[in-house]
């Protein structure tokens, strides 16, 4: 086993560290013990449906539902739909596909919409408590008095509207007698409060557009801040966890609980997930996927759940990694060399070791004195690492391939693969020997002709010889032609999104290799069967059948390599 990456996290606020207890745990247990809530412990995740969900709302996920699991609690899934613009059925399916692939289950499906009645009867209470008033400015207008963080904001003629005319208005705007933009709803908070989320937030806008649910019905729309923290009292969450950024929100979260006089949610932030050589938000995954700078969602160079799962991984290697990355208070940047260790651990233990050709021009073996015509079946160990072995069919003949790379004509010392006159060992098979190399009239080597060692069959070798290299193959007439993805980061800096550049410059230009490859076909068979999924493909990393392939070229994305190879690259430079 390797060491895993260090996070960045400190101890104290580690999710485990020690079986402790994370400080949202800290919180959720006080308040048990002081009888909050009847002891009870409610979550939800809160998507907004605009997009397909990413490794951060992993962290979001395994965090709302692994603590009600831990107290006995339930989680909601809520979806935050109260932006008819951006969001799509699509994402609504692809989320609750995510959620579950990752192995939780909610208690309630919710849709902020379904609250949308009872989200505007709120605002009419607070416009009748004179807390609430129909402002005409334009957003621009808005902006300008709102002041700054040292400066108070400036307070409009609107302000002082009477609770009847306000009434009226926001009657009229819900139906539809104004144009979007020409007015909002606002709170009337504080336009002279250090914290600028409480300068008379917008509640609602008006948006003459169709929801992907209620349709036509509304055509105003409640802003985040009205919608989620009222969403949450509603359905009486408990603790209703959050990324920092919504911390200066907090105040204004509670003051509509206060002067609503509903249930009384607790916010708790944490901090967001970000992750070396990605970018974490939908916004720009969406370009990504509407620039054609990927090929979908799923592409499995994505950080989005649909493209990790496509890569290769499961639900158990990012709820580790979940897991082991823990809750903090501020926000950091996570090496993905840590989500790369969790699937390796993983794949390490559970995957069969098989052997593909990678090379567009692989090597022609030919054993001249392995009869023409024989065949023989080779039983192959899996994996190394397994309780009880188990074997593999491997066919074996007289011509194999292997790859360019494993032989040199010329080679350094200790070049340990195969040479003119050197011997290696095919893996699982026979020792053999390089007898003469044969090229074509450029000069370019077409094949290698050999001679093999019968008494050196592997399992049996009673040749009494030793050679210091194993090289794989795969059996010319057996081989099944496949196309290999091999990926690399998808940016070519640590931290694009603290870049000044254009994020979409950052790009890595070779984050998507394809190659040619030949490779055992019982391990095709198996994987379209869907019995063995992934695979190590020996010397060459962990591979998983992608969607892609037909019924005449599979196709293999690799999951990962096996060894860490990128900071050694870093360094050469
Ligand atoms: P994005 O900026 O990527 O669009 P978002 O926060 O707008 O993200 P939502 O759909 O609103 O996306 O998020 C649903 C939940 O997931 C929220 O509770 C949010 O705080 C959480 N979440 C989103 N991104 C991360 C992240 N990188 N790390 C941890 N939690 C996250
Ligand atoms: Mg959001």
Redesign the pocket.
């Known amino acids: 086993m390797t060491e895993a990456p260090k996070e960045s996290n400190e101890r104290d606020e580690r999710s485990n560290a020690g079986g402790s207890l994370n400080f949202i745990e800290q919180i959720v247990e006080e308040d048990i013990a002081a009888g909050k809530n009847g002891g009870r412990v409610h979550t939800r995740?809160?998507?907004?449906p605009?997009?397909y969900l990413?490794i951060?709302?992993a962290?979001?996920i395994c965090l709302n539902f692994g603590l009600a699991d831990k107290y006995s609690g339930q989680t909601n899934l809520r979806f935050?739909d109260t932006n008819p613009v951006t969001e799509d059925t699509e994402y609504v399916d692809s989320i609750k596909n995510d959620v579950r692939w990752l192995g939780f289950e909610w208690e309630n499906e919710y849709y902020a919409s379904d609250y949308f009645d009872q989200l505007y009867r709120f605002a009419e209470t607070l416009i009748q408590k004179g807390l609430a008033y129909v402002d005409d400015s334009t957003a621009e207008e808005i902006a300008a008095q709102k002041g700054t963080p040292t400066e108070p904001g400036r307070m409009n003629q609107y302000r002082d509207r009477s609770v009847d005319q306000n009434l009226d208005l926001f009657r009229r705007m819900k139906a539809g007698e104004f144009s979007d933009g020409s007015k909002v709803l606002r709170a009337k908070v504080d336009m002279a409060s250090p914290n600028m989320q409480l300068r008379d937030p917008i509640m609602y806008r008006i948006k003459h557009a169709h929801h992907h649910r209620t349709g036509d019905t509304w055509c105003i729309y409640p802003m985040y801040d009205f919608a989620h923290g009222q969403s949450d009292a509603i359905e009486h969450i408990t603790h209703s966890?959050?990324?920092l950024e919504?911390e200066v929100h907090r105040p204004l979260y509670e003051w509509f609980i206060q002067q609503l006089d509903i249930f009384p949610s607790r916010q708790i932030e944490?901090a967001?997930?970000?992750l070396t050589y990605t970018v974490?938000?939908?916004?720009k995954?969406k370009q990504l996927v509407e620039e054609g700078h990927v090929s979908g969602w799923d592409d499995p160079r994505m950080p989005t759940i649909a493209g990790i799962r496509r890569r290769g991984y499961t639900p158990a290697s990012i709820r580790e990694f979940c897991d082991r990355i823990g809750i903090a208070k501020r926000d950091n940047l996570i090496d993905v060399g840590l989500l790369e260790f969790c699937i390796r651990e993983e794949l390490n233990k559970t995957t069969p070791r098989v052997m593909a050709v990678l090379d567009e021009k692989p090597l022609r073996l030919v054993i001249t004195n392995y009869e023409l015509g024989r065949e023989e079946e080779l039983n192959i160990e899996n994996n190394p690492e397994e309780e009880t072995m188990t074997y593999r069919r491997v066919p074996f003949s007289r011509e194999v391939y292997i790859e360019r790379d494993d032989f040199m004509e010329n080679p350094p010392k200790k070049f340990f693969r195969l040479f003119p006159g050197g011997m290696v060992r095919l893996k699982g098979a026979y020792i053999i020997k390089c007898d003469e190399v044969v090229k074509d009239n450029a000069g370019e080597i077409i094949e290698l002709r050999c001679s093999y060692i019968p008494e050196s069959r592997s399992g049996s070798d009673t040749s009494g010889i030793n050679v210091k290299g194993t090289i794989h193959w795969v059996s010319v007439p057996h081989a099944v032609e496949a196309e290999v993805r091999l990926y690399d980061r998808l940016f070519s800096v640590e931290n694009p999104a603290a870049d000044e550049r254009e994020f979409r410059e950052l790009l890595n230009p070779n984050s998507l290799e394809v190659v040619r490859a030949f490779v055992e076909p019982a391990l095709v068979e198996a994987a379209r069967s869907g019995s063995q999924t992934n695979f190590q493909f020996m010397r060459k990393g962990y591979f998983i059948l992608d969607s892609d392939s037909t019924a005449e070229r599979p196709v293999f994305n690799r999951t990962v390599t096996l060894k860490d190879g990128w900071a050694k690259e870093q360094k050469k430079g």
């Not at 995740?45 to 907004?48: C, D, G, I, L, R």
């Not at 974490?280 to 916004?283: A, D, I």
């Open positions: 995740f809160p998507p907004e605009n997009g990413h951060g709302h962290k979001s935050d966890l959050c990324t919504f944490f967001r997930l970000n974490m938000s939908k916004r995954l």
